[in-house]
């Protein structure tokens, strides 16, 4: 099977749908290309090593990928993110052309607008893509502040009625993604629920915290620093907990959009308790994650969230740590199932260092044996090697499909 992944991110982007997936594919004896952008997330700076030009055919680990030119951008500039995506959609949808004919595209979506060349070679070439919907656009968009409703998410919902009705099949990462495309008139048996997986190769299950003070508690959140992860809830948190359990400290490892405010309230604030590691290779978090006491999952407490599955959580399973986790629904629902860790109410400080103090409590054993059920149950149900294996399930369904009707 000829398959082509068009997505807008791919390594050395850090994205779990990249190079390994890829990897994977091709290790079952399929054909994988990629179609994708030149680097620039999440800062929105075109990575060393690369430049902007009209297309750029390199090998990773022996998969094709041909990028296509883009204008980089990812900050709160509404205008700077609909050039980025449309940049993208517009080179691909011609790039796409210039490829071998596949046998099914799979789509890679946020940004929907991705999806602008398959449906074109779906239309001219009668090749079947399939639409891996990651996020919930337009409701996102609106939860997140990055876009108010009006034209622009008029158009939108135009686009990706279009789109969905033109995949051969919808993935979605949790069930509750598919209640809610199903009341927006997509039929259930067009859409396959497959949990995201981590960046792997796996990391270690740790045990226990190995440094100076066995005493101390650090709570890591290693991420996105946008409107929608809010991680103003750590400040509010710290504030409590400075005084009544200087043994807890937050550490931050990531960057986005509103890292540089809080940096700034954390100094004004005096919150010596919260220490800011920015952006770190990947090749960093085996060891910052085995050092950690807890892992933090947070996102802004809207009615979507309640459906998503923030990447990071598959990830702190994987690492065999705790999670506090601060999302309602399908994410704390997951958390619960495996065992692995506590649910607090987002948004809420209070809450937080409340699930902190309980954690912290705990015997070190019971905390150990959280993280070892996390990493058990992402080994069973949302590996890498477990997820490929059902999306080529949808892949080769969507092939007899395809061939039958023609």
């Not at 700076?45 to 998969?63: A, C, H, N, P």
């Not at 080179?91 to 940004?111: Q, T």
């Not at 809010?230 to 400290?249: C, G, S, Y």
Request: net charge positive; proline share 6%.
């Amino acid at each position: 099977m000829r398959i082509l992944l068009l997505t807008q991110w791919f390594d050395p982007e850090s994205c779990f749908k990249g190079l390994a997936f890829a990897r994977e594919l091709k290790r079952h004896g399929h054909d994988v290309a990629v179609l994708t952008g030149f680097p620039n997330y999440p800062g929105g700076k075109i990575y060393s090593g690369y430049k902007v030009r009209l297309w750029q055919r390199e090998t990773m680990d022996g998969i094709a990928v041909l990028r296509v030119p883009l204008y980089p951008s990812h900050d709160r500039s509404s205008l700077g993110r609909i050039l980025n995506y449309l940049s993208f959609a517009v080179a691909a949808a011609i790039g796409i052309f210039s490829l071998p004919r596949p046998d099914v595209v799979y789509v890679y979506s946020p940004p929907p607008t991705a999806a602008l060349g398959a449906v074109l070679l779906r239309a001219i070439r009668r090749v079947p893509f399939v639409l891996d919907v990651q996020d919930m656009w337009p409701d996102t968009l609106g939860a997140t502040g990055m876009v108010n409703e009006g034209t622009l998410i008029a158009c939108i919902r135009w686009w990706l009625r279009r789109i969905y009705r033109r995949a051969a099949r919808i993935t979605v990462l949790s069930q509750g993604f598919k209640t809610l495309l199903t009341t927006r008139g997509i039929a259930a048996d067009r859409i396959t629920v497959i949990p995201n997986w981590s960046i792997e190769p796996p990391f270690a299950a740790a045990g226990p915290p190995q440094r100076d003070d066995p005493d101390r508690f650090d709570v890591v959140y290693a991420g996105n620093l946008g409107p929608g992860q809010a991680v103003e809830v750590v400040l509010d948190a710290a504030r409590t907990l400075r005084e009544h359990a200087p043994h807890v400290r937050f550490l931050i490892a990531g960057d986005g959009v509103d890292a540089a405010r809080l940096r700034a309230d954390v100094t004004a604030k005096r919150l010596d308790n919260i220490l800011f590691l920015g952006r770190l290779p990947s090749a960093d978090m085996p060891a910052l994650f085995a050092d950690a006491s807890a892992l933090l999952v947070h996102l802004r407490d809207e009615l979507i969230f309640t459906v998503t599955i923030p990447s990071k959580t598959q990830a702190y399973l994987q690492a065999g740590k705790p999670i506090l986790i601060g999302v309602r629904g399908d994410a704390a629902e997951l958390v619960r199932n495996a065992g692995a860790g506590i649910a607090f109410e987002p948004g809420n400080g209070d809450a937080l260092a409340a699930a902190v103090l309980e954690l912290a409590s705990l015997p070190k054993e019971k905390r150990i044996a959280m993280g070892e059920a996390g990493a058990a149950y992402y080994r069973r149900h949302l590996s890498l090697e477990v997820g490929a294996a059902a999306f080529l399930r949808v892949f080769e369904r969507v092939l007899i499909e395809t061939r039958t009707k023609s």
